[in-house]
């Protein structure tokens, strides 16, 4: 069934995808109500929940405690700073040859992985 149109929900996806950044749903509720004053933090994770459930946008779990989104829904890796905590996406070629690797001695299905790659950053790396 499509969802009803909503504006809140409008404006929450425009401004993750004006984002590379990954933000956190209470970056977003900060942003977002600077022009939709009378919405709520819990309006924004319901509507971050039903875009991350409906493929719109993607829901990153990166071991901190708290979601990140990316309006940036094709295939991608992303890279996290264990010193600043930022979060980028990382150019690189394509590992989905990883699902045949991880398959080979598997006897159900793998339909897919999500990879996440740890280090410093290059902000990081250059402070004294």
Do not use: W
Not at 27 to 47: A, D, E, K
Not at 64 to 76: E, L, M, N, Q, W
Request: with cysteine.
């Amino acid at each position: 069934m499509a969802q009803k149109y909503s504006r809140q929900r409008e404006l929450i996806k425009d401004f993750l995808c004006t984002r590379k950044d990954h933000p956190t749903a209470d970056v977003v509720y900060m942003n977002v109500r600077q022009q939709f004053p009378n919405i709520s933090l819990g309006t924004v994770y319901r509507n971050l929940t039903l875009l991350s459930g409906t493929g719109e946008i993607q829901r990153l779990r990166l071991g901190d405690g708290v979601d990140h989104f990316d309006a940036d829904t094709s295939p991608h890796n992303h890279f996290v700073c264990t010193q600043c905590g930022c979060v980028q996406d990382l150019e690189m070629e394509s590992i989905g040859h990883i699902v045949e690797t991880a398959g080979a001695h598997f006897n159900g299905r793998i339909d897919g992985h999500v990879t996440y790659f740890y280090g410093i950053c290059g902000k990081c790396r250059e402070m004294p």
